[in-house]
């Protein structure tokens, strides 16, 4: 009976995000692990040993998350079997981002598509954390590729794959390793020793479901050209067999990039 309703949620969490997406609007679990995070810095790094620190920050906000996400869902069955469900399905549709992946995406490319450079950079510019102002056409394009494959690991295909292994505290350990990474591991001066914990467990977290996103980009780019543009949001400008295979070719390069394990901090330091 559980299997089930977990079933019943991860089907439903999923369809909710292709469905409705993040709205910017609304509250988000996300927000809440960063605002930990930068409460929880300050004191840690008060720690003769900065490794130590990182290691304490990575178990304290992975813990407290696991706990809460836990601690929801046992209220809710306490409730009731299908309150249950229901918390399910929103922590599951909260934790993904396919839709938003693919409508942010699309918000780029449909401008270059038309010529218009400027709004396309604009609209980059909201997704990348690099310089866009000069970037052409074929730069946007390659931007928008490295981004969908990164994503596409961070953003669903690891929730997925944790909230089908452990259901929504899975999705949510997941999601807590990988907001630490975004935000503390960094290989520069500040982060350098104290992010290292946080980068190592991301790369370990991301090690099967990265390769998974490679199987899928390589199955992706065995389709027909109109099925690998569609999922790209761009079907309807019927591109050419050869272009939309060099596009899938680009997204497998870029998700091998993104599943080899960074050097660690020592190595870099080093």
Known sequence: MR?????TALALGFLFDQIVGDSPNLPHPVRWIGRLIQFLESPLRRFRSERLGGIVLLLVVTGSVVCFTWGILELAGYWHGWARVA?????????LATRSLAR??????????????????KRLSGIVGRDTHDLSA???NRACVETVAENTTDAVVAPLFYAALAGPVGLWAYKAINTLDSMVGYRNARYLRFGSASARMDDLANYVPARLTYLLHWLAGRTKASKSECWLGRSRHGRCPGRAARRAKQLRRSVLTEAAPRRTASAAHH
Request: charged residues 30%.
């Open 87 to 95: 918390a399910d399905t929103v922590l599951i549709y909260y934790g």
């Open 3 to 7: 299997m089930l309703e977990d079933g």
């Open 104 to 121: 942010e995406t699309q918000a780029v490319l449909v401008p270059c598509e038309k010529g218009d450079l400027t709004e396309a950079r």
């Open 138 to 140: 074929e730069d946007i």
